[in-house]
């Protein structure tokens, strides 16, 4: 298993990652369970959502009270817009710490470089592993949903499953990029957390907020380009 | 002959800090050198310039003719390398991490690195998170050796590990040696570059000193000698002795200190005349055996 920066990379991750994908299908899992109650109570909802300031509604991915009570729509706004898509954000973010800011913040640098490979081969292996990993944590997500849909009746389409999954894999690894970009700039594990952490968030709620807001409308070109909403994107 | 190590006027500032000035370092092929400086002094700094962790400010360096900026991976491939600041990854086993390192050196045959692990009485089937600080020494050695390198640059080889284990490492070295393998090595131990290097050069404040063999800094080591008498003895007793370069009295005149540079000798045998109750010889160690010959005029005052 320990032959190579990837796979030792991969090794790494053998104990916490079950739980990764555990909390991914837990979510998946709980967010599609929830649907049948979700619909027989749809009036009062609907009446709920109405109140709710257009803020927030934009914030979680949904447009409007509407698209919140179609199938898509929810789990668009439960997963893919919010908790689903931060947990792969995280773990890629996590994985993109630590391949350089990590070993650098463990000082273990020096003596893997001892070794005769090229630094470059030390970032794309990392990178390699970040995206096979967090790769599988989308598939889980879209394993479950491809197992739940029949089963509650909510109506996704199996192009709108794939799509919106693949679009999480994307989503995620471009703010692990990130993290392993300013990992390999500083060194510094805390500074890198906090900077890719930050930005993940501060692009949620430019994202969400834009729309309302006449000044920052043009953020969600940018916002929107790194499909932060990859359901709506793709349903 | 291609030197082992090369150094040309290589100077490594760290923004205006000082790492090291104008360093020319010779090391021949086959031969044991020792690296030796009192703590900050530059030894880590030239040591990682030499394996491209660092850049040269100006200057260069080259490792079996092949400039460490340009060629550092081929360099990697014949270096077996130990940190100064060893840290290594913790959940892992011994075992583990050699298979590991094996591995990205294309090397399946890890029978050297486990010997060496025996020879050094480590237990590689334990993770290192639980090893102790001198387990972890013993594993950075065995990584170090795994290859069988042609050169093994080691930064503070013996830092941590107890003096049976210091032995047993001298005597890895005698093997490097015999082999004609070249291996150099930092210390701030006097004592132990004396006892296992062939030749010694000694960098303080970022600059190289002086390079001499171990034959010629032996004669001119010097010991702290701390002598307690039964009975009061002047310090004029000490004070024309051969190779007494200070006399302290201590305890009315019981305790004495002497500064004795090359044999002791003549000390010894002229505080055998009095009533000798104990006897402690230090080795000296860097700051008093050599800082005083080699600081310049100004410095000696700081220096002792």
Known sequence: ?235 | MTPAIRTNNLTKYYADIRGVENLDLEVATGEVFGFLGPNGAGKSTTIRVLLDFIRPTTGSAEVFGLATTADSIEIHRRVGYLPGELALYDRMTGDELLRYFGALRDVTDLSEARRVAEVLDLDLTRTIRSYSSGNRQKLGLAQAFLHRPELLILDEPTNGLDPLIQQAFYGLVNEVRAEGRTMFLSSHVLPEVERIADRVGIIRGGNLVTVASVADLKAKAVHRLELRFGETVAASTFEDVAGVRSVTVGDGGRVIDLQVEGSVDAAIKTAARHELVNLISHEGDLEEAFLAFYAAPGEEQRAQ
């Open chain 1, 1 to 235: 298993m320990l032959s190579s920066v990837f796979r030792k990379t991969i090794w790494d991750r053998r104990r916490g990652y079950v739980w990764w994908i555990v909390g991914m299908v837990a979510i998946t899992g709980i967010t599609v369970a929830f649907w049948p109650t979700l619909q027989r109570d749809a009036a009062v909802i609907s009446e709920l959502l109405e109140n709710l300031p257009e803020g927030m509604m934009s914030l979680f991915g949904a447009e409007d009270a509407g698209a919140f009570l179609t199938g898509p729509g929810y789990v668009n706004s439960r997963v893919f817009a919010s908790v689903g898509s931060f947990i792969a954000i995280f773990f890629a973010i996590s994985m993109g710490t630590a391949a350089i800011a990590g070993e650098e913040d463990k000082r273990t640098m020096d003596v893997l470089l001892a070794n005769p490979i090229p630094r470059h081969q030390v970032v794309l292996e990392s990178f390699a592993a970040m995206a096979a990993l967090t790769a599988v944590l989308a598939a889980a997500v879209w394993v479950t949903l491809l197992l739940a849909n029949p089963l509650v009746d909510i109506g996704l389409s199996f192009a709108g499953i794939t799509a919106a999954s693949f679009g999480m894999i994307l989503l995620a690894l471009s703010f692990g990029t990130l993290a392993l970009m300013i990992g390999a700039l500083t060194g510094k594990r805390s500074l890198t957390i906090g900077v890719a952490s930050g930005t993940t968030i501060a692009t949620f709620f430019i994202n969400g907020l834009a729309p309302l807001i006449d000044s920052i409308k043009w953020t969600q070109k940018l916002t929107r380009s790194l499909c932060l909403q990859p359901a709506i994107c793709a349903v």
